[in-house]
């Protein structure tokens, strides 16, 4: 079945660092998604990428759609306490409406 | 929209009893899922339906498991007898195509 592998599964930062994380597929996709799941509630998406090379931007996030289209990478500049959360990066299937999820990078601001 | 509705957001049963959960899609999206998560198996897909059609259970973990969508509105997922290792938060989520794919916030279970 599809790999998607997803790293690293934790971070610990302190506030006000750069954080990176990224995400690599076994086969090419369209459709590169990042989410982040507050704890308590269901994942959110932050960002969509729809093309090989893209770079999109949402406020502090910048993430990029890798230009072999099996990888992806997702940034978050300058961390503040409310980035504390799960991150994960998700492909939307070729041959139906399913989207496939990483297993996660979990974030852990220290003060 | 009031998004993806779950209920109930928490639930406690005790091994051997039936559990229902229950999941309100966004109103027009055709798809509907339900994922199972927990520390170990992260975000697992159990269930897909699209056009209230079942398309693909192949992650439904066993026959104690069983989902359903009566109609566009409404979808209930079963587990019957529960046992310990079904304790879990349980996602449903919707979608128009991959489009708006939005998550409910879940209803944690508990089988003790």
């Known amino acids: 079945g599809q790999q998607l592998n997803q790293s690293p599964q934790s971070m610990f930062i302190q506030e006000g660092e750069d954080v990176s994380m990224n995400c690599t597929s076994s086969?090419?996709?369209?459709?590169w998604l990042w989410y982040k799941q507050d704890p308590g509630e269901g994942p959110v998406l932050l960002i969509a990428l729809y093309k090989a090379g893209e770079l999109t931007s949402n406020g502090r996030l910048t993430a990029q759609f890798g230009i072999t289209r099996k990888d992806s990478f997702l940034n978050i500049s300058a961390s503040i306490p409310s980035d504390v959360g799960i991150y994960f990066c998700a492909l939307s299937s070729n041959r139906d409406d399913k989207i496939i999820f990483g297993k996660g990078t979990r974030l852990h601001i220290l003060p | 929209d009031a998004g993806v509705i779950q209920s109930p957001r928490h639930e406690v049963t005790e091994m051997g009893q039936e559990v229902t959960l229950r999941c309100k899609p966004i109103?027009?999206?055709?798809?509907l899922f339900w994922y199972r998560q927990t520390m170990m198996r992260g975000l697992e897909l159990l269930i897909y339906f699209n056009n209230n059609v079942p398309i693909d259970d192949s992650g439904m973990p066993e026959d104690r498991f069983s989902a359903k969508m009566p109609n566009a509105s409404f979808s209930t997922l079963k587990i019957q007898p529960s046992e310990p290792r079904d304790s879990a938060v349980y996602f449903c989520a919707s979608s128009f195509r991959h489009y708006g794919y939005t998550f409910g916030s879940g209803t944690r279970l508990t089988v003790v």
């Open positions: 086969s090419i996709f369209n459709t």
């Open positions: 109103s027009g999206h055709n798809s």
